[in-house]
């Protein structure tokens, strides 16, 4: 359902500069907090990999357990209330740096500035918070952000609701292994030197990829002029530092 007009769940004109900005190269972001003389720009724009999501239905939500006294258990992931054309899709990631001097050392400042899952090849005219299966729009107030997920690992994911157990049961694996004293490495595949995880479940022939994710984000639906859904997004590096777009 296009909710993009209704100002409970529209993205407010800072949150759309920020969206359609982060993922052209060279363009500035803002400036560092500590040093507004140094800007932040978008520096690379990548496929990441192919996210295969046959049921329609997507989960973009952490993939590890949560804690419960002494159980573990893969917590239910949030579905988002829109679907998809069962398919696969590409994920996209950008990166911004923001160099800076620490302790005598040049450092990049480099930042995972946004990732998007591309459903439409077309342009995204405008922004609006994803609700989740379950969320109540007429208990959602504009400007609110609290609809979302959450997480404290600073992870997040793109998967398939159908196949979530499957997907995310590496984690909840490494998770009792730790707890039992056995580390063992994940089954899942790095992807840019672990700045991305890939699990692959070939019974259902879906996908789930990680990405970087603060405490609360956001998830965005990018949609066409015709109402149509484009993208998938969330904005990682939203509140890194200080912007000033151009409205």
Do not use: C, K
Not at 6 to 22: H, S
Not at 205 to 219: K, M, P, Q
């Amino acid at each position: 359902m296009d909710l993009a007009a209704d100002a409970r769940v529209a993205a407010e004109p800072e949150e759309n500069w920020y969206l359609d900005t982060a993922f052209t190269p060279g363009a500035m972001l803002g400036t560092r907090h500590d040093d507004p003389s140094v800007p932040v720009r978008v520096v690379e724009v990548r496929e990441v990999t192919t996210i295969r999501i046959p049921s329609g239905r997507l989960v973009v939500d952490a993939p590890w357990p949560d804690e419960d006294g002494i159980d573990l258990r893969t917590r239910t992931g949030r579905e988002l209330a829109e679907r998809i054309p069962p398919g696969a899709y590409r994920m996209e990631a950008a990166w911004t740096e923001a160099p800076y001097d620490f302790m005598g050392e040049r450092f990049d400042g480099r930042e995972l500035a946004a990732v998007r899952l591309l459903v439409a090849e077309t342009p995204v005219a405008r922004w609006e918070m994803a609700l989740g299966v379950g969320d109540d729009i007429e208990r959602v107030r504009p400007g609110d952000r609290r609809i979302g997920f959450r997480t404290e690992t600073g992870t997040g994911g793109f998967g398939d609701a159908v196949a979530w157990p499957a997907l995310t049961a590496p984690f909840l694996e490494f998770w009792q292994g730790a707890r039992a004293g056995n580390r063992q490495p994940r089954r899942t595949e790095d992807l840019f030197g672990g700045a991305f995880e890939l699990v692959q479940d070939e019974e259902h022939g879906a996908d789930l990829v990680t990405f970087g994710a603060e405490g609360d984000d956001v998830v965005w639906l990018g949609r066409t002029e015709a109402g149509e859904l484009a993208s998938v997004a969330v904005a990682s590096g939203y509140h890194l530092f200080s912007r000033e777009p151009p409205f």
